[in-house]
């Protein structure tokens, strides 16, 4: 009798945003196998061990502590490896610290045979996917980055606060960098089939105020979080998740994640957050949002950033 095919996950890099992953994968049971390597290998063993004892409270799974030889049957190769932002710094500001690492880390995974999706974490997230997919020599639409996956529930989140909605009824994105640069489409955002540019003036009084407030908490987020408490990581170790399962489930849901704008939006040789359609073969296609002029601009100026960093480290690929 034939031996069933395992879904393996192998998550590179076991910090406060790895971490954080893997106890919410625990929670979820979306594979089989999960693989932990870490350059801090003592950190990865007692991460595994730790985890497998909350799996008594679970589902099945196995877990350890590998090496690069386990990315080989890998379905997924999710990489959160990399120097965290420090208070002050910009994510893209973390560039020159992380492309090397990654470029070592890619090299490793391809080496040894992986033929599987990388799901790109670490930040600047933009950038350092369109360098795994240079680095990969893999097809563009199986490498994935979260994008702003998490910006889009942070606003979603803080919208239907403000309107006491529940957030998973909010139908809203942000697209662009995952940084400074990055977008509300306000003109697609909807509650309930109803604008919500309508429900703001609705409301009456300083709605572009109230508006402009709530784009920038989401925009400064990570700011505000990494001042109280050094690091962001339980957010987007759920939205790593809710990406996770989009593709092996072949959900084909519509996430907002970042990868490579080949003619989409007029953008060309940049990989940026975008709403596209995922499924376990990666990414099916991209979704293309009738923005209005503001927002055409404010993309093509994100896009313009991301494109300029890449000059930056042009020499790595």
């Known amino acids: 009798m034939a031996t069933e095919k395992k879904t393996r996950i192998v998550l590179i890099g076991t910090g406060a945003v790895g971490s954080s992953y893997a106890f919410a994968l625990l929670n979820n049971n979306l594979a089989d196998e999960l693989v932990l390597i870490d ?47 420090a208070p002050g710094e910009t994510r893209l500001d973390l560039l020159q610290k992380n492309i090397g690492i990654f470029k070592t880390i890619v090299s490793n995974v391809m080496e040894n045979g992986f033929n599987g999706i990388f799901v790109i974490a670490t930040n600047p997230v933009d950038v350092l996917t369109y360098a795994t997919w240079k680095f990969s020599g893999l097809p563009h639409d199986r490498v994935i980055g979260s994008g702003t996956i998490l910006d889009t529930a942070r606003f979603r989140f803080l919208l239907g606060q403000h309107f006491n909605v529940d957030p998973r009824n909010v139908h809203a994105y942000i697209i662009g960098e995952h940084g400074d640069t990055e977008l509300a489409v306000w003109s697609k955002a909807d509650i309930g089939g109803r604008p919500v540019l309508d429900l703001f003036k609705k409301e009456g009084g300083d709605h572009a105020a109230k508006m402009d407030q709530i784009f920038t908490d989401v925009r400064d987020a ?15 170790a759920m939205g790593l998740v809710r990406l996770t399962r989009a593709i092996l489930r072949n ?67």
Request: proline share 2%; hydrophobic share 40%.
């Open 251 to 317: 959900e084909n849901s519509i996430l907002t994640v970042s990868t490579l704008a080949n003619g989409s939006y007029g953008l060309d040789d940049v990989c940026i957050g975008l709403p596209a359609v995922v499924n376990r073969q990666g990414i099916r296609e991209i979704i293309e949002l009738d923005l209005d002029e503001k927002e055409k601009a404010l993309l093509a100026k994100s896009a313009d950033v991301l494109k300029n960093s890449l000059k930056n480290v042009a020499n790595y690929f």
């Open 39 to 85: 350059v801090n290998e003592k950190k990865a063993e007692g991460d595994a061990i730790d985890l497998n004892h909350g799996l008594p409270f679970s589902a099945p799974m196995k877990i350890w502590k590998g090496d690069y030889a386990d990315c080989r049957d890998a379905d997924l190769v999710v990489i959160t490896a990399g120097s965290n932002q």
């Open 222 to 236: 990570a700011y505000q979080i990494i001042n109280l408490k050094g690091a962001t990581y339980y957010g987007i």
